[in-house]
């Protein structure tokens, strides 16, 4: 599919933790979505920050020549950069911010700048059907948790996060007491089939419509330890039914918390995004849960879930559609609220 005059090429860059992502978005579809994975960090048992800025910046030109390559579009035919600036690692964001205002400002096209969770719920709109607004979105990543709002491309309200440990955080620091090694999450998921949530764990009780999995994450270590005192094999012995707790213990909070914001706003199309939402048995209680409910549930293609310069494209082409265009004065943040 090469592009004609009339389409808007938007080159995307992500890199706000340790993968490499571009992409081509036209029109606001994806034609291309390229993301190379640093595995490096498996090593150490999460993210080094300085390791991934140094894989960023050596992964970067051909992560980006790759996307072009594949969309079929030449860079006198992009419109503008889309980049993230934040959140995330400050390291990583610098060399992907970094390169964008470089490269729009030897094309002298507009740059854009994406708000990586923003990014998250927008990737609804890669392909159809698209939510209708308003809609309500559960985001879960490493990082965040969150429940948003939508009530436009550009318009968020965050009406519940977590007040300490993300969701994903609670799976990766539960799968390395369980010697899972990093990331965890994923291991859990493809363990936890074989076992059965047989071992209890306490849901804390938040007001509003906030998290907690500070708790939970201690509850749960608490208890391995005192089981493996009784008996140093009760791991290998447990596994699968560890797994399967864990798993069934932080996706019964997630869902527990997001019926109350349906049942709190009446909004009937439902959509979750983020890293963690590949989870299989969230995929599963999240469309249970608009069964429930009678709402229309939106899940993203796993590709659109993780970390992708695929959603920042997409992001970036609404914003380009409302000429929000960034200044070559701006810079990352770390922190960045929705």
């Known amino acids: 599919m090469h592009p004609d005059e009339s389409s808007i090429n938007i080159l995307s860059i992500e890199s706000s933790c340790d993968d490499t992502s571009a992409a081509v978005v036209q029109n606001g579809t994806p034609l291309s979505n390229i993301v190379f994975s640093q595995k490096i960090h498996e090593q150490y048992g999460g993210i080094v920050p300085e390791v991934a800025s140094r894989d960023h910046l050596v992964k970067i030109v051909p992560v980006v020549e790759k996307a072009l390559a594949e969309a079929a579009v030449d860079f006198d035919q992009l419109h503008a950069i889309a980049f993230t600036r934040g959140p995330g690692l400050l390291g990583s964001l610098i060399v992907g911010t970094s390169f964008a205002k470089g490269l729009a400002l030897s094309l002298d096209i507009p740059l854009i700048e994406v708000n990586h969770m923003q990014a998250h719920i927008l990737a609804h709109f890669a392909e159809k059907p698209h939510p209708e607004f308003p809609f309500l979105c559960l985001t879960v990543s490493g990082g965040h948790t969150q429940i948003v709002l939508v009530s436009d491309y550009l318009a968020f309200e965050l009406i519940g996060q977590t ?63 005192d089981q493996i005192k009784k008996d140093p094999t009760f791991i290998q012995k447990n596994l699968e039914n560890l797994c399967a707790s864990i798993q069934h213990i932080i996706v019964k909070i997630l869902i527990n918390k997001f019926r109350k914001a349906i049942q709190q706003t009446s909004v009937k199309h439902i959509a979750i995004a983020g890293g963690v939402s590949a989870n299989s048995s969230l995929r599963a209680a999240f469309t249970d849960l608009g069964k429930e409910m009678n709402c229309t549930v939106h899940i993203p293609k796993f590709e659109y879930c993780t970390d992708n310069a695929a959603m920042i494209g997409v992001a970036g082409y609404y914003k380009y559609l409302r000429k929000q265009f960034a200044s070559h004065n701006i810079k990352p943040l770390a922190r960045y609220a929705l």
Do not use: R
């Open 163 to 225: 007040l300490d440990d993300a969701a994903g955080e609670a799976f990766d620091k539960s799968g390395k007491i369980l010697g899972l090694g990093y990331p965890a999450g994923p291991k859990i998921d493809k363990i936890a089939q074989k076992g059965h949530a047989v071992f209890t764990f306490p849901e804390p009780q938040i007001a509003h419509l906030d998290f907690s999995f500070s708790g939970v994450k201690t509850a749960i270590l608490y208890f391995i330890q």
